[in-house]
């Protein structure tokens, strides 16, 4: 996983504006599609945005199974096994 591309997902989020984060947030919700051709995909930038998401909201985003899946295993590569269980 890319340290770069998850600090570049967390910052993208934790100071989108309000059309930046809607983007974020229906991403989550489809992803592997893409809500927007223009944007990425990529696995390490959307966990650092849902890690960003996370730290403000304190839970999950909506997210769907593949992202969901993703997550829970990027949280136990990164030391954070319980993580996205805690947020559900």
């Given at each position: 996983m890319s340290s770069e591309n998850q600090r570049d997902g967390w910052h993208h989020y934790a100071t989108g504006d309000k059309e930046t984060r809607a983007w974020f947030e229906r991403q989550w919700a489809i992803w592997p599609q893409r809500a927007d051709q223009r944007y990425?995909?990529?696995t390490s930038?959307?966990?650092g945005a849902?890690?960003?998401f996370r730290a403000e909201h304190g839970r999950d985003p909506v997210m769907s199974t593949g992202l969901r899946s993703w997550v829970a295993?990027?949280?136990r590569d990164d030391g954070q096994e319980t993580q996205s269980q805690n947020f559900n």
């Open positions: 990425t995909t990529n930038f959307h966990y849902v890690q960003a295993y990027l949280d």
